[in-house]
């Protein structure tokens, strides 16, 4: 039973409910679990003896307790009885079992993805529902949200003011500091926009684990509010924009709840049914729905992500509950932060001591928030940054829900029931929806590194997939926060084992020369890009795939067009996370006309079927995109976009500093004068990278072929020191993926840590003693040169080795990976394909990732050439587990076999930056690969 038993004194029943024990006690009353008549438990209020014999108190409380229960059934505790006339009066409500967000944030760390997608919509239906009932909740904060299977529920409304008998509406400042807003610390007048205040602060909560204006002092903390600007770390997206217009200082701007839910909804491809403005009943059925579909089966009360239950969670930054959660962003525990924007605060994260943007311990950072110039550590700040980046980069995201359970406390609120004020206006403001929605229109201009093929068929880079997916629409899309849609699949079935999928195709669609896009226009552009120089390896698993590589054939015999309408595909191997991988360019449809991948006409001017369509391509210099007028799903709201494409990115930054661009790539040391510029003026974007950079070991040759070698080069490394040298932004790594994606094993590491002792010994037992010759093979870029220096340095002061640098050009280290005699260890990054630890862990380590020669070189992008049954044993089982969570966990127990065996020796993590004119424009979130989502980027 949850909460206590009964205790002496205590009633075993309150008029027609029986009470089966305590579930909590506050300044105002008692609060019981009990038994409706019904069967059903509900949670039974009764006020202590002082309150009983007002009048007064019991007239208002009457009062207010009729408007509660006013309020819609949606996403909330409902109120279900009460009795104010009789010796004790009391209130019933439904009883919602479940953890508060509270518990789970500090248990677990903050939400990422779908989940706090359908948090913020189910939360904000419950304001929705509350205002429309009039009646301001006053205390909106994460303790008062409870996680129930069902979704979560808003609670503790209508009570509380009933309970105080003094002061007014207008100027009692009620509620918990840290998510109040302006209006009520200076005493004016609240109302419904108050809440909107503090629902933003506590999505903030949510996504970050840490309220926007901090959590210390109370003094401080109003300071914040009434005076500086919030703090909303890693949150991205279109909930980053919407929190941003419900956290403005005057009340009049901020957007109402039904705005933000409506938005909310519209970002969720709802189509809410009826012509016109739709009622307000439907909008709140439609986001009570969302926000069902998205609660965990069987609640959240569940053993977490790391079950059986006899499995231990592995170490990191939030769990097991036995682990000190970091400190906000605004109450370091302990350690003394560096200046900052509101004085000795700033962000820290979970890596304490670590360098930002997870905190850090000296004061490195450029001007700006974090501090005073100092240099990045012994070997200078980064160098320039490849012209050949990383794979793919992805959204950020944390492990999965909290394993607790938690009960309705409806003693300690303070809240009101009011009628809702008008929002009035001295001066005219643009109106809360265009400033979340912005205006069509207009054109976009953007400086970022070249692209090596703008068609689907050879897109390989970033910037590649950036322009690919502008071009072309597949079945499915990823959106910003890293969750999966449909885009023209209107259904995806999968069979029982996930080895093979139908593929419904939305009808009537066409690319821009008027051909149609059917299931023949999907089966030639797969086969094409599995003939192409891109992203092919992503079909590895699908059958006929090895001989189109090969040769023998042209098309795969696993790729079938079922009429015009279906599209089958025939795995070799089950892929129950296959409708995230087809949204990636290789598995974008191409018109007839497309013919080889090798068609340099059509690669240079593609004929797409995307939001946007090919004006000009000069390679290396410019691209220039219009609005596709007849693409088929949401269209762009910019006329055009312009892209300019640079070798140095601190071009990129001084034309954007001049007004010649609206948005920029900024990395390495570009990111020191982007943060000093553009920190204050909110221009500087920042998201966690799924890039994550490795010391790629050779496992089955050479001094690195033992599992014992590996591991003593990773427990000589100082990651904190390569991580500092790098800059701003890099993080420790303690897991394999990327912690950016969903499901990565943060913390799972055990070898990550410096363990001088235990290092010379691995060494010794793998017949690497003082004096051994080790060959660490870069590409020649200066940042690189940088971190091989430093791991060098490293593993001569640790193990005694003679470790040879060796630098290769760019376009010949990949080759010499996969060549005739690889050598030793090779500095590499990646990122995830797709938000996915299996896009991680199944191009890096899969067996059927490496295909040998005859000569001795390989293809596939298994580099390592790591062969473990084990390993592929796991990967395999996730794979085929059709229930997301268990195949999270398959997933971090594939992860921990390839940790113990250091199959990777990661490094670090870093996160990805960018400038953009945000003054001007709206919905400039960054997609999964760090680029600007041009299908939602407007004019304000």
């Excluded at 590194?449 to 703008?454: G, H, L, N, R, V």
């Excluded at 920029?664 to 920042?686: C, F, P």
Aim: glycine share 10%; proline share 10%; with cysteine.
């Amino acid at each position: 039973m949850p909460g206590s038993p009964l205790r002496a004194g205590d009633p075993e029943r309150v008029g027609a409910y029986g009470l089966a024990g305590r579930l909590g006690e506050g300044g105002q009353g008692v609060v019981y679990l009990g038994e409706a008549p019904d069967g059903r438990q509900v949670a039974v209020k009764l006020l202590h003896a002082q309150f009983s014999g007002d009048t007064k108190v019991r007239a208002r409380f009457a009062g207010e307790l009729a408007s509660a229960k006013r309020v819609a059934p949606f996403c909330t505790a409902q109120i279900l009885d009460a009795d104010v006339e009789g010796d004790t009066p009391y209130l019933v409500s439904e009883y919602i079992d479940g953890p508060s967000l509270r518990q789970v944030v500090d248990a677990e760390g903050p939400r990422w993805g779908a989940s706090l997608q359908r948090l913020a919509i189910g939360t904000v239906t419950a304001l929705a529902a509350i205002h429309e009932a009039g009646i301001v909740h006053r205390d909106f904060k994460p303790s008062n949200v409870l996680l129930a299977s069902d979704g979560p529920r808003v609670i503790d409304f209508g009570i509380a003011r009933a309970l105080d008998a003094t002061g007014t509406l207008s100027s009692t400042a009620v509620g918990t500091p840290s998510y109040m807003s302006p209006e009520q610390i200076s005493g004016h007048v609240v109302g419904p926009a108050t809440d909107v205040f503090a629902w933003a602060c506590t999505m903030v909560f949510a996504a970050t684990g840490s309220p926007p204006f901090g959590q210390d002092s109370i003094p401080a903390v109003m300071n914040r509010i009434l005076n500086q600007e919030p703090y909303l770390g890693m949150l991205t997206g279109p909930l980053r924009e919407i929190v941003t217009a419900c956290l403005v200082k005057d009340p009049a701007r901020r957007p109402t709840a039904q705005q933000v839910l409506l938005r909310l909804l519209s970002h969720e491809g709802v189509v809410l049914p009826g012509a016109g403005a739709p009622a307000p009943t439907t909008i709140l059925q439609e986001g009570a729905q969302v926000a069902a579909e998205g609660a965990p089966s069987g609640g959240w009360a569940s053993p977490g992500p790391y079950a059986p239950p006899s499995d231990t969670p592995p170490p990191g930054p939030y769990a097991p509950p036995s682990d000190t959660p970091p400190p906000g962003p605004y109450a370091p525990a302990g350690d003394t932060p560096p200046p900052g924007p509101y004085g000795t605060d700033r962000p820290a994260g979970p890596y304490p001591g670590d360098t930002p943007p997870y905190g850090r311990g000296p004061d490195t950072a450029p001007p700006g928030p974090y501090g005073p110039t100092a240099p990045y550590g012994p070997y200078g700040p980064a160098g320039d940054p490849p012209t050949t980046p990383a794979r793919r980069r992805t959204r950020p995201g944390v492990v999965a829900a909290v394993a607790a359970g938690a009960v309705v406390l409806i003693a300690t609120s303070a809240v009101a029931a009011v009628q809702l004020l008008p929002h009035h206006r001295s001066n005219p403001r643009p109106s809360p929806t265009d400033a979340l929605a912005g205006r069509t229109g207009g054109g976009f201009r953007m400086a970022m590194y070249s692209p090596d093929a703008i068609d689907p068929s050879n897109a390989v880079l970033t910037s590649d997939v950036f322009a690919a997916e502008n071009l072309f629409t597949g079945l499915t899309t990823i959106r910003p926060d890293g969750s999966v849609a449909q885009a023209l699949a209107t259904k995806m079935t999968p069979n029982t084992g996930c080895t093979e999928w139908d593929f419904t195709i939305k009808q009537g669609t066409t690319f821009t020369d008027g051909s149609a896009v059917d299931a023949a226009a999907f089966v030639r552009g797969w086969n094409r890009a599995a003939r192409g120089t891109g992203m092919g390896y992503l079909m590895t698993e699908i059958k006929g795939y090895p001989d189109v590589v090969a040769g023998r054939s042209k098309t795969m015999q696993g790729v079938v067009a079922e009429g015009a309408g279906t599209l089958r595909v025939t795995l070799t191997k089950a892929d129950c996370d296959f409708a995230m991988r087809v949204a990636t360019p290789p598995f974008a449809p191409v018109p007839a006309s497309a013919g080889e991948p090798t068609n340099t006409a059509f690669n240079n001017n593609p004929v797409g079927n995307g939001p946007f369509r090919v004006s000009q391509y000069t390679p290396n210099q410019r691209l220039s995109l219009v609005r596709n007028a007849g693409y088929t799903l949401a269209r762009p709201k910019l006329d055009t976009v312009d892209v300019t494409f640079v070798s140095d990115l601190n071009q990129a930054l001084t034309g954007f500093d001049a007004g010649q661009y609206d948005w920029a790539q900024v990395e390495g040391t570009t990111v020191n004068s982007a943060r000093a510029r553009h920190t204050a003026d909110h221009k500087l974007i920042q998201v966690a990278s799924t890039t994550m950079t490795y010391l790629m070991p050779l496992t089955d040759q050479g001094p690195m072929k033992s599992k014992e070698a590996r591991l003593a080069v990773s427990y000589a490394l100082d990651r904190k020191a390569l991580a500092a040298a790098m800059g701003q932004g890099y993080t420790p790594a303690t897991s394999l993926v990327p912690p950016a994606v969903p499901g990565a094993y943060v913390g799972g590491c055990t070898a990550c840590t410096t363990d001088i002792g235990k290092a010379k010994s691995l060494a010794d037992q793998a017949g690497l003693g003082s004096g051994a010759k080790v060959t660490l093979t870069i590409a020649n870029q200066p940042a690189y040169l940088q971190l091989a220096t430093l791991v060098q340095s490293q593993l001569r002061t640790a193990l005694g080795w003679n470790v040879q640098l060796r630098t290769l050009p760019t376009a010949e280290f990949y080759k010499d990976m996969a060549g005739k005699n690889p050598q030793g260890l090779y500095r590499l990054s990646w990122a995830a394909d797709y938000p996915s630890a299996e896009s991680v862990l199944d191009a890096l380590l899969a067996g059927d990732n490496i295909q040998r020669k005859s000569d001795g070189s390989t293809t596939g992008t298994n580099y390592a050439r790591y062969n473990s049954p084990a390993f592929d044993t796991a990967l395999n089982s996730a794979r085929a587990t059709s229930d997301s969570t268990q195949r999270a966990q398959r997933l971090r127990a594939a992860e921990k076999i390839a940790l113990d065996d250091m199959a990777y020796i990661p490094l670090y993590s870093n996160a990805t930056f960018r400038v953009a004119n945000t003054a001007s424009f709206v919905g400039m979130d960054l997609d999964y690969t760090g680029f600007p989502v041009l299908t939602t980027a407007a004019h304000k």
